[in-house]
């Protein structure tokens, strides 16, 4: 299994709250990415990075930001958490080689906003 | 846009009744197709790349196939522990890496 984890496993707030998501890597993989689950809607993606303080939007990215200070870690942050932000947090890495790209996923982060 | 369609939404086959998924997409320059398993309350695992229409891989009793329009998962003689949900996604040229998945096929195989 890719060395990926996330924290925290899961989480109660309350609307209006700031929380942050944190994604850790061992595998010196250059791309990170945070998608989220919804029934009906499939995998989503909300932020990526392609290296160390580079990265960029996904489809879903308004009410969240992210940082990579590390090639590590990657951290998604709701500023003020909403109740439609209620769902399941997916990180995932990639070495982004042109053959090998396949993305590889952490176990997910279940998140309940109130 | 890129477009992925997967199915059935949801598929219940009796143990070892084979059966096939279906991936439908619609993308500007196929950089590769993935296939995905996911399990209740885990991430998702990956299954097969696949990059040009004719290619075929196989794992265990998964079959994965593509042509320039759509891919199947074929399941033979399946087992209960084949069931899950699997996802398939795609990325295009000059995407960057980012995946375009579609919604997922659950599927339940009864002993």
Sequence with gaps: DAGITQSPRHKVTETGTPVTLRCHQTENHRYMYWYRQDPGHGLRLIHYSYGVKDTDKGEVSDGYSVSRSKTEDFLL???????????????????GRLVQETQYFGPGTRLLVL | ???????????????????????????????????YRQDPGKGPEFLFTLYSAGEEKEKERLKATLTKKESFLHITAPKPEDSATYLC??????????????KGITLSVRP
């Design chain 1, 77 to 95: 942050t709701l500023e003020s958490a909403t109740s439609s932000q209620t769902s399941v947090y997916f990180c995932a890495i990639s070495d």
């Design chain 2, 1 to 35: 846009e890129d477009q992925v369609t997967q199915s059935p939404e949801a598929l219940r086959l009796q143990e070892g009744e084979s059966s096939s998924l279906n991936c439908s997409y619609t993308v500007s320059g196929l950089r590769g197709l993935f296939w």
């Design chain 2, 89 to 102: 996604a795609v990325r295009a040229e000059g995407a960057n890496s980012k995946l375009t998945f579609g």
